[in-house]
């Protein structure tokens, strides 16, 4: 017991660097929005069949194995193919053994790993996760091992973060389209229930292209919100825009799915998605009058003479997120 303790004495003295902040690298962010991710297959077999005793997280005290970095320490080296690795981890787990057993300390500690059956198929699954992939660690190991073998090169791979799929263009724009409408809807919001509806006006008519814009520098995208029925003329939009409006004015009838349409061009890719009106908008877009109080008509008229953009019912197409980025 005490050489133990001595031994943890000189774990913490000696240590391999931030091994704290690098753990959380190779964890499951449950936060993370991008729900794309796919996990590699043998990491999903590694945490359900063999963490119950190999776990990374499991204390030092209630430890009933050592944890997989530990095993994949001691069966890779600088030199070691993924082949020939592939090959060992089998052999040892198609028929574990005390004799074929690499940590000898181990078996000392917790008895040969009991045998259970595996498919090969999930375990050549595990290897492969094993080998290429830098996989959950505790946080004592980097000086464990490091104190014993002096280095720290046990855990090659690559992050599990680089297995994001890739997004699809129409997952960007939509980011994109969805980042900028929730930015303008809480300022929009925000004035309209601290203030009203008439300050919320002149929010819209002196922010609502720079909260655009800003957005479009902070994505480096050309972010705009254009309509067919434009209340400011800088919105108008163009022929294809038009076109766009249109199918999604027949599809929202129709109460066809919503989706993005994109088009690729020759250096960037153009991202369409309706804007459509709920019965908040229709205090400044719905019926004059009936919808629009006099006070915010009167105003509506002195800034934008040439407004179109009224007479709306909520659930229609108000307009439409045009975007243009490089693929
Ligand atoms: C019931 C507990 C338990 C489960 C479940 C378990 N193991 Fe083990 N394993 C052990 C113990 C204990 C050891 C350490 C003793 C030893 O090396 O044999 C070990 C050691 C190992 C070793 C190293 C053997 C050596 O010393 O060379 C490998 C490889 C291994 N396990 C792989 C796996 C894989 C892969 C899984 C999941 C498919 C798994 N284990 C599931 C208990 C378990
Ligand atoms: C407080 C008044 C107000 C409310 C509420 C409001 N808007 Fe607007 N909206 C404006 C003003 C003002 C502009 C013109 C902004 C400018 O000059 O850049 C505008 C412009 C737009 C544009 C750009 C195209 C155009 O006509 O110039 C779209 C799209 C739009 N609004 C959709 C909506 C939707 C959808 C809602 C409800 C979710 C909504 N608006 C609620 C005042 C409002």
Known sequence: ??????????LVIFSCGKSKSNNSDYQDKPDNKQSSTTEHSGKKLLKNQCFVCHNPTASKESRIAPPMVAIKAHYISENTSKEEFTREFLSFLEKPTKE???????????????YQYYKKSHLEKIAEYVYDYRIQEPDWFKNHWKEKNGNCNYNQGKLAVNLQKEKTVS??????????KKLLGKNLMGTIQNQGTLKALEFCNEKAIHLTDSMSTKFNAIIRRVSDKPRNQDNLANKRENEVIEIYKKALIDSLDINPITEKNKDNIQFYYPIITNGMCLQCHGKPEEQINTEVLASLDKLYPKD??????????RGMWSITFKK
Do not use: H
């Open 308 to 317: 179109k953009a009224i007479g709306y019912d909520a659930n229609e197409v």
């Open 1 to 10: 017991m005490r050489s133990k303790i001595s031994l943890l004495l000189i």
């Open 100 to 114: 074929k057993a690499k940590l000898k300390g181990a078996v000392n500690r917790f008895g040969v790993m009991p």
């Open 171 to 180: 997952e960007i724009g939509l980011e994109f389209a969805l980042g900028t």
